[in-house]
């Protein structure tokens, strides 16, 4: 693997109680599509996190450059990087938590669905070496189509016989981030405070964000929950069409990814009450994947919170995010299966 650190004589000498070995305690991490848009940060923001003790980059292109630049920030976490798919395995193995961000974005005009036919590949590819490497390991999904990227991973992983559907997560942490942000900015209070669950999927109409249910407690006129709904919707469009055919969100959803992983992470250290919206094997409703609030402990998914008294409005939205969401489902299994 490609470890500056490690090619260095000086600091393999004394390798053993070397403080940049990173401490015993701590997760291991690895980031598959670490090189991308949003791996880049992603894999800095992880750098910078105290719960992990190795941090292992892996992309078909460029790790060499992204790990010697991150291996010289003065955090704990000792860096690896790992390049192309001889080297998949090696950067799997012994992994805590795995965070997939890769993938190709989308462009203006095209939907998230859109990403499927090369997209779909990449992730059966990198879910057959995880059941493989580290069948115990929670994944955080984040390539697109997730709708469909998720059941395609859950049908990896019952092939080799190693599915925990607890372990097994979409990341949507972008839409409740949105969401919180767009709220916050009509409230007129720090987004910080504000908590608004968003179930469903991470595509248009299933992005459903129940604004009946924002903390602390609120009100919306019609005109309100019309322009929130649809802005938490299109969030990812917006990001998209602003950058012109430059990619989709990358910093906002590496902020995302590590407030998601870094739950992920306490739970599995053990902290009581770390509840977090996913999108996951689930039976909250009559899909078989679903996002919602739920609750994370060392196991993953620890408890289902239901979706709880939705007013007209997000009814209707909820018959609508179910049809889309049934078809992005079953697309997946039947590619996986294929
Ligand atoms: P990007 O093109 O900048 O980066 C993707 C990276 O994946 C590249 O470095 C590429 O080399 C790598 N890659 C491609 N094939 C690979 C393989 N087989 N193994 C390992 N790495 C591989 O794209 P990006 O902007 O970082 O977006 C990545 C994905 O995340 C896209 O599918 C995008 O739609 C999705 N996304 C999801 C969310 C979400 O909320 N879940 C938000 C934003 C983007
Ligand atoms: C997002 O919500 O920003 C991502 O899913 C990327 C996209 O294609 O919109």
Redesign the pocket.
């Known amino acids: 693997h490609l470890n500056p650190m490690e090619k260095n004589e000086c600091c393999s000498l004394r390798v053993g109680n070397c403080r940049s070995k990173g401490g015993a305690s701590g997760f291991k991490v690895a980031i598959l599509g670490a090189a991308g848009g949003i791996g880049q940060s992603l894999s800095m923001l992880m750098k910078m996190n105290p719960l992990v003790s190795v941090l292992h980059l892996y992309d078909v292109v460029n790790t060499p450059g992204v790990t010697a630049d991150i291996s010289h920030m003065d955090t704990a976490a000792v860096v690896r990087g790992f390049l192309g798919q001889k080297q998949l395995e090696d950067a799997l193995i012994g992994m805590d938590l795995v965070i997939i961000p890769a993938g190709v ?2 462009k203006p005009g095209m939907t ?1 669905d859109d990403l499927f036919n090369i997209n779909a590949g990449i992730v059966k590819t990198l879910c057959e070496a995880i059941a493989k490497c580290c069948p115990k390991a929670i994944v955080n999904l984040i390539s ?1 189509p997730v709708n469909s990227t998720v059941p395609i991973a859950a049908e990896v992983f019952k092939r080799a016989g190693t599915y925990d559907p607890n372990r097994l997560l979409g990341v949507t942490m ?1 839409d409740v981030v949105r969401a919180n942000t767009f709220v916050a900015e009509v409230l007129g209070l720090d987004p910080r405070e504000v908590d608004v669950p968003v179930v469903g999927g ?1 595509a248009g109409v299933t992005i459903l964000p129940l604004l009946s249910q924002v903390k602390p407690p609120c009100s919306f006129t019609p005109k309100e929950i019309v322009y929130l709904t649809e802005r938490i919707q299109n ?3 917006e ?2 069409e602003a950058k012109a055919g430059a990619g ?2 990358t910093l906002s ?1 590496a902020y995302a990814a590590v407030k998601f992983a870094d739950a992920c992470l306490r739970a599995l250290r053990g902290d009581a009450g770390i509840i977090e919206c996913a999108y996951v094997d689930s039976k909250v409703t009559e899909l078989p994947f679903f996002a919602s609030k739920v609750r994370l402990g060392r196991g993953g998914v620890e408890e289902f919170f239901p979706l709880g008294p939705l007013n007209d409005y997000e009814r209707e939205g909820l018959e609508k995010a179910k049809k889309e969401l049934a078809v992005s489902v079953e697309k997946g299994i039947s590619f996986a299966r294929k």
């Open positions: 974005p989308r998230r697109n972008l991470h969030g990812g469009t990001v998209v989709s969100a959803m």
